[in-house]
Every structure is written in structure tokens, then in C-alpha cells.
């Protein structure tokens, strides 16, 4: 009979486990973030429980920042159920992604109630997900999305969210590239996860997040100057890493291609009248088409569909063209902010804004103000931002496996900062 604490550790090892491979098959297995989801939040719900008598030795300020961010999570899913029975419309499916953020909630308090060594699992995982997921996709299902070959995807992931998350993950490499620059094994690592990770996003050719890579060469050439006396080391390091961060962008025929695309789209794109079916143009006129929805009904929303008869109206057909309107029926508005104010108002507004600069805003306070966390933190601001950043133009939060991995990995980095500050001070 395995004792009491031995059943404890046991299950920490299991959770330990299930960490280190979340980011490991995203992108190639079907359904891999909610099953980790669901294990993670099963496993800590035990755990929770058999820790129940002990109190976890947090200080004021980080308890109160910790329950900030579970009532965060909670806010998708109160905001969606209050609309549904304003408007009398209760839709059970609708509930499904919301409710991924309650279910990370109780991760978030078992990791830093025993402490679990976030960082030494995630800067590992991160870069080898990237070239795991390089190397699969010869092997894979050729079915759905995987018969574009045009598009870099893989049978269960989309272009747009394939692009998105590879782009992340590189990034973050870049991170690790830094902080583990003295270990080789972790810095060959993390080099081939930005290469990769670029290379892979390039060829999804998804222009979701691309604009996030110059807020995270920013952020990463103050991190270097933080981390560094010498004002040439910090000049000749800031130029190299914008160098290798930009140049696979800059020189690459498709994404110049794609970008020179977007500028004429824009340019030609007329917010007072109907435009061309171009991909921008069709976001731009998707959010014309939901900010005035969400004029109209700013408390309750419209729900999924509920603005089917009001697109048909001869205001909304001088907006935009038949197929444009059709396709927010079909596929929603291409944008978690504009989604989410349109079907839930003011409530899914600010919950899903919340969702993103609450946590970020957590994670920023802690790289100033604790030398020890910066880690963590540091790979945490740049997820968020790449998420917040492709949240413009793509939905990263209102798919169950987007909503089930950005919960995931945001009660992991969050846990993780916080333990790190905590074993310093050990």
C-alpha cells in the first residue's frame, strides 16, 4: 500500500509530467491541450484535497494577485451565461470554452501550493515542442487542413492557429537563447526552436501575430539591457538579435509577398462602402459589421447567430458584400475581441480583454520588481503578447483547444514566477 505522502508524490510526478508535455503535441495531436487540461485540473483537484489541512505560505501581496487572476478566468464564463439568460437563449456548447479557464483554476493553486519547479520543465519542453513538431509533420494524417500545400498546417490545426502558436514558441526560445546562453545543451536547443518555430509560422504563411515580433524585439533588447553593464555588449547584442529575429521575415519572398498584399488591402479597403472580398478587407469590414452590432445591443449581445436577420437589413448590405456577411454566420469575425463584444457585449468585452491584460500586467509587475522570476515572467510577456497580438485578427481564446492551451500555460507561468520568488527566498 503505497502511504499517504508516497500517493502525494506520485501524483506530483504525474503532474510534473503532464506540464512538460503540454506544449509537445498542440500542433500535431488532435484534442491535446483539453486532454491536458483535464488531467492537470484532475490531478491538482486530488492533490488540493489531500493538502487540504496546510495553508500555502504566500505573502499578502502575491495571494491577493493569484486570486486576482482565478476571478479573471472566471469572467468568460460568467459574462457568456449571463447574456444567454438575458437574452433568453441558453446555448450549452457556447459554455464549452469559457469554462476552460475555470477548469485551469484549480492547477494555478495546486503548482504553487507544492511548489513544482515550473521553469526547469518549460524552457526544455518549449523549444523541444518546436522541433518535435518539425520533425512530425511528414507523418502525419494528409487530411484537412494538411492537404493545403500551399499553407503549412496540420491535420487538426488550421494556418492561422498553426502559425500562431509556432510563432510563439519560437519566440520564446528566443528568451531561453538568452537566459541559457552559458549552457550549451539548452542553447542548441532553444536556437533550433526560433528557427524553427519562424520557419514554420512563415510557411503557414499567417500573417496572424507577425506584428508581435517587433514588440517582443523590443522587449527582449531591454531585457538586455537590464541584464548587461557593458554599453557594447548591449549595442552588438541588441543588433544581432534584431538581425536573426527580422531577417527571416525581411528576406522571405512570401511573407514580402503577403505583407505588400495587406498594404493594398488596406489601402483600398472604403469603410463607407462595400469592399472586395480580400482577407483584410474582409477583418476591416468585420469589425465595422461588429462595432456596430455591439452599438446596438451593448448589455445582452446577439449570441452566435441572433444578428442573422439584422446583416440582412439595407444598412448592413451597403457595409459589406453577401459572402462577407455570411461568413460571420459561418465563421465568426475572425477576432476574439470583436467575437466576444459582439455575442456577449459589454460583459464578453471586458472579459476577454481582461483574459489577456490582467495576467499580462501580473507578469510585467513581477519581471520589474522580482529579479528572481524574470524567467518565468519574461516567457510569460511574450506568450501573452503574441496571443493578445493574433487575438486581433484570428480567435485564440474562443476555440476549445486555443482557450484549453492558453489556460494551460498561463496557470503554469503564473505559478511558476510566483514559485521561483518563493524558493529565493527559501
Excluded at 555588449?233 to 514580402?256: D, E, R, W, Y
Amino acid at each position: 500500500m503505497l502511504s499517504k505522502i508516497d500517493f502525494r508524490q506520485y501524483l506530483i510526478i504525474v503532474l510534473s509530467l503532464a506540464i512538460f508535455t503540454t506544449p509537445l503535441g498542440v500542433l500535431t495531436i488532435k484534442g491535446w491541450a483539453g486532454y491536458h487540461l483535464f488531467i492537470c485540473t484532475l490531478l491538482s483537484l486530488i492533490l488540493l484535497w489531500i493538502n487540504r489541512q496546510h495553508s500555502t505560505n504566500l505573502d499578502i501581496s502575491d495571494r491577493s494577485r493569484i486570486r486576482i487572476i482565478a476571478w479573471v478566468f472566471t469572467l468568460p464564463f460568467l459574462a457568456t451565461l449571463t447574456t444567454q439568460l438575458l437574452r433568453n437563449d441558453f446555448d450549452l456548447p457556447g459554455l464549452d470554452s469559457p469554462a476552460r479557464f475555470i477548469l485551469a483554476i484549480p492547477i494555478l493553486y495546486s503548482l504553487i501550493a507544492f511548489n513544482i519547479n515550473i521553469a526547469r520543465l518549460l524552457v526544455i519542453s518549449i523549444p523541444i515542442s518546436v522541433i518535435a513538431t518539425y520533425l512530425l509533420i511528414p507523418y502525419l494524417p494528409q487530411k484537412g487542413w494538411a492537404l493545403d500545400n500551399a499553407r503549412l498546417a496540420t491535420y487538426s490545426v488550421d494556418p492561422l492557429t498553426f502559425g500562431n502558436i509556432a510563432l510563439g514558441l519560437g519566440l520564446m526560445s528566443a528568451f531561453i537563447a538568452i537566459e541559457f546562453r552559458h549552457r550549451k545543451l539548452i542553447l542548441i536547443l532553444a536556437v533550433f526552436g526560433i528557427i524553427l518555430g519562424i520557419h514554420m509560422s512563415i510557411e503557414s504563411q499567417s500573417r496572424t501575430g507577425w506584428l508581435s515580433v517587433f514588440l517582443v524585439i523590443l522587449f527582449l533588447v531591454i531585457h538586455l539591457f537590464r541584464k548587461t553593464d557593458s554599453i557594447k555588449k548591449k549595442v552588438i547584442g541588441s543588433v544581432i538579435l534584431s538581425i536573426c529575429l527580422l531577417t527571416p521575415f525581411l528576406t522571405n519572398p512570401q511573407v514580402l509577398n503577403r505583407v505588400s498584399q495587406a498594404v493594398h488591402e488596406i489601402k483600398v479597403w472604403q469603410p463607407s462602402k462595400d469592399n472586395a472580398d480580400t482577407s483584410v478587407g474582409m477583418r476591416l469590414s468585420f469589425w465595422k459589421i461588429g462595432t456596430q452590432l455591439f452599438i446596438e445591443k451593448p448589455i445582452t449581445g446577439w449570441g452566435n447567430d441572433g444578428f442573422k436577420e439584422r446583416l440582412a437589413q439595407p444598412d448592413f448590405r451597403e457595409m459589406a458584400s453577401q459572402y462577407t456577411r455570411d461568413f460571420t454566420l459561418s465563421a465568426g469575425f475572425h477576432s476574439d475581441i470583436m467575437q466576444n463584444a459582439v455575442r456577449s457585449g459589454l460583459g464578453g468585452l471586458i472579459a476577454y480583454l481582461s483574459i489577456f491584460l490582467v495576467p499580462l500586467a501580473f507578469f510585467i509587475r513581477l519581471y520589474l520588481k522580482s529579479q528572481s522570476s524574470q524567467l518565468i515572467s519574461g516567457l510569460a510577456i511574450i506568450y501573452v503578447c503574441v496571443e493578445l497580438i493574433s487575438s486581433l485578427s484570428t480567435e485564440v481564446l474562443s476555440l476549445k483547444s486555443t482557450a484549453s492551451l492558453y489556460g494551460l500555460m498561463i496557470v503554469f507561468l503564473a505559478a511558476g514566477s510566483i514559485n521561483m520568488k518563493t524558493q529565493l527566498q527559501k
